[in-house]
C-alpha cells in the first residue's frame, strides 16, 4: 500500500463511521449495538533491531516505515475493530460492511506483515539453520533456489505495493512463498514466517525507484532465527 492508500483508508474508515451515523438517522435505521464483545487493543510492537545497524537500508527509512506507516496500519486496525463491534449487523447497508470489513482484513495483514519484516531484518548476515534449513531444502530443493524464487517474486511486485511472504501451510505440511499484490490478500491457511515489503514507502527514501537493489539488501539482511522461531511454533499448529 503507497503512503496515500493507506492514509486513504484510514481516512476512509473515518469517513464511513460518520456516513454510517449520518445514514442512520437519515434512513431511520437502527442505531448501533452496544459493544457484545470486547474489542482488543493493538499496540505496535517496537524494533527488535537497531535501525542504525541493518545494512543496505538507512535508519532514517526503517525509523520512518515502523513509526509512520506500520503504526498507520495498527491504528486503523483499532479504529476499525471498535467501529465493527458498535455496527448492527441486521441494518447496516452491505456496501458499508463491505468497505469496513475490507479496511479491518488490509489492516489486519498490513499489521502482522510489517510486524514480522521488521522482525526478520538482522544486523549481521545469517542462514537458515536447524529443522527450517531443513524444510527449505526439502521444499525448494536447495536455499539458492528459494531465495531465486523470493527474489523474483519481489521483482515482480516492483509496481509499487505488495508482498513477498515466505510461509507454512499446516494443511500440506510444508513451506511455500506466496506473492500478495496488495494488503488484502494472503494465503490461505499459511502461517507467514518471513516477509518482504514491497511498497515504495519500504525503499524509496534510500533506493528510489530501483527496487532490485533493495531485495537484494533485504536478502542479505534477513535474520534467520525469527522466521525458525515461527516455523517452530507454525509445526505445532
Ligand atoms: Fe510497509
Known sequence: MTDISRRTLAAGAGLLIGAIAAGARAQQMPPQVASAVPVPKATPKPLTVNPDKVKGLSADLLRAHHDREYAAAVKALNEVGETLAKVDFS?????????????????????VLHEIYFDGLGEVPSQPSGLLAQA???????????????????KSLASGTGWVILAYAPRDKRLLNYRAESDTMAPAGGVPLLALDMYEHAYAADYGTDATKYIESFMRAIRWTNAERLYREAMRV
Open 91 to 111: 441494518s447496516v447497508s452491505p456496501e458499508n460492511l463491505a468497505e469496513l470489513k475490507r479496511a479491518e482484513q488490509a489492516a489486519q495483514n498490513s499489521t
Open 136 to 154: 527449505m531444502s526439502r521444499d525448494f530443493g536447495s536455499l539458492d533456489r528459494w531465495s531465486a524464487e523470493f527474489a523474483g517474486i519481489g
